[in-house]
């Protein structure tokens, strides 16, 4: 069984309105629409921390690989 949480949130009339909207003409809830916004803003900044750690471990120590060999690799 999956135990689900209420979370609250306060905003304006003006911002309700627009949420309810964007929610309706995508055909999700209102709950739907922010489970995905955060999650996915989530996943973004993840992926953006992965980069930056690759980059400064390339910067450190630059390699090159050819596209051949790189698909080499994949395959094994």
């Known amino acids: 069984m999956i135990l689900l949480t209420v979370i609250s949130l306060r905003i ?3 911002e309700e ?3 309810k909207e964007y929610a309706k003409a995508n055909n999700i809830s209102v709950s739907a629409l922010f489970r995905n ?3 996915e803003k989530n996943e973004d ?4 921390g992965l980069h930056n750690q690759a980059m400064t471990k390339h910067k450190k120590n630059p390699q090159r690989i050819s596209f ?3 698909l080499k690799e994949l395959s094994d």
């Open 12 to 14: 304006d009339t003006q």
């Open 17 to 19: 309105k627009l949420i």
């Open 68 to 70: 051949e060999d790189m």
């Open 45 to 48: 900044e993840i992926n953006l």
């Open 37 to 39: 916004a955060v999650l």
